[in-house]
């Protein structure tokens, strides 16, 4: 047996079939797994050395995802350490027990009583389950293990890395360490890249790129770009039911929209015409596992479901008039990928939306497309129009009254009263949509909630406010000839 045959043995055959394809070899898609190795064994053109690589690159992969497995269960502190010395360690993981013998030594050890131990781990077709991930995880997180000691068994280099960041996560998470900020260029960029791909179900990026398969994928590439439109995000934690909340805090009357991801490798999602009982999955979704399991006015936020695919069928609309009677009122869209990215690239580029604008966009349902998107941006700007009307002519409207009597050849003279009138009058004109008026619970006393997201359109309100104002002191400076009081006081004292 040959040693190139011996390490690609250890491929699945998926792994295999991809090889080919990257190599462009020809004739493999009826062989099975062990003849599929030695054919590429056989016809494979590299070293011995660069099959060792390629076979590790998609082990390190394989393990990569068993440790993502294990973010849940850490992520949502599930996991126990009971025991731990030099030697022995013992964890529980809910139901289950993993024990570890000897970590980082030779004679290392371990079992679980889970399945994937019993059917994986102990035929050697992986050399860890999840739990055991889980609790190397923990055991850095407490700081029981220092990673620069001990090397924990079978996780090294890029497997690693990647268990560390999810350590990361947690702790950032738990505000142990601050975090960095948002990466926004960054997930622009992957979003802008890989988003449509990966709709396409393009296994080989998801694999290579983010270490998941592609509906996993998926599902995070749309939160991000919900993110970058500024809206809140919740997303699923258990295998079943929806993926994805998506919330309009901002809006005068908050809501939320369910969204469902489905990648289609056709490049078009019409899974729904075959199978309409799906509809009733749907309104599960919506219903009984989100809006009936909040509380009294919470409940009337759940208002939209979205489903978020590469592209739909025109027929598919006609679901949307059923799934509403079904579920009482609840609209029913569809977004093609390409449109929720057209979105995304046009408000970072000019972030004027508010999420009080943006509903309508789930408000009429049916498919979303790309010319939806340019009027919410063109509602979009007669909205702040028409607040910076509204904010000058109070401005205007109260600077006339004191330039009128309050003013001389020098000064307009505003006292205190005066200018919180103008200030509480222009912040009601700008309540409730960049800012929201409150008062605070323990001392009641009046608060402000600026919404930051909406820089750009503060910015605009702003500088409307600044042209008014100077243009208003230029006006005076050119027609006030009114003595100033000082003028006056000096004249009288020299008695002219
Ligand atoms: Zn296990």
Known sequence: MSKKYKLLKTLTIRELKEICRRYGLRGYSKLRQKELAHFVAKSLDLSTEEIEKLVSSFWDDRLISKVKDAEDYFLMDNVEIEYFDEDFIKA????????????????????????DYKYQVKRGKYPFCKHYSAVIAKLIY????????TQPNFISGKVLDSLEEIVENRRREDGIIMPLGRDIENSLKNIKKDLVE???????????????????????????AFQLLEYETITQRREQG?????????????????????????GIYDHLLHNPNYLIRLKNYCIEMCKEKLIGGFKDYVKYMVIVAPDFPEEIVK????????????????????????????????????HYISESIFKRGGIIKNDDVDKLFSKSEEHI??????????????????????????????????????????ISTLDPYLLKQGKDGVTG??????????????????????????????EQSTLQIKKSDLKENIIKQLGI
Request: net charge positive; charged share 30%.
């Open 92 to 115: 529980q993981l809910g139901r289950h027990e993993v024990k570890i013998i000897n970590l980082g030594k030779k004679d290392f050890r371990y079992y679980c009583d889970c399945d």
């Open 142 to 149: 407490e700081g029981k293990l220092d990673v620069k000691k």
């Open 198 to 224: 990966i709709s396409k179900q393009n296994e080989e990026l998801a694999r290579k790129k983010y270490h998941e398969p592609p509906e996993k994928v998926f599902e995070y590439l749309v939160d991000q």
């Open 242 to 266: 929806w993926d994805l909340l998506v919330i309009g805090t901002y809006a005068p009357k908050p809501y939320i929209a369910v969204v469902e991801c489905k990648t289609a490798k056709s």
């Open 319 to 354: 679901f949307q008039s059923q799934f509403k009677q079904m579920t009482g009122g609840i609209e029913l869209s569809f977004l093609p990928a390409p449109t929720l990215l057209y979105m995304v690239e046009k408000y970072r580029e000019n972030p004027i939306l508010t």
């Open 385 to 426: 129009q028409s607040i910076i009307e509204d904010v000058r002519d109070s401005l205007r409207y109260h600077m006339n009254e004191v330039c009128q009597r309050h003013t001389d050849a020098c000064y307009i003279k505003i006292d205190d009263t005066f200018l919180k009138r103008i200030i509480d009058k222009i």
């Open 445 to 474: 006393m009046k608060t402000i909630n600026i919404k930051h997201d909406y820089y750009k359109l503060w910015e605009k309100v702003l500088n409307a406010v600044i042209e008014d104002f100077t243009e208003r002191l230029k």
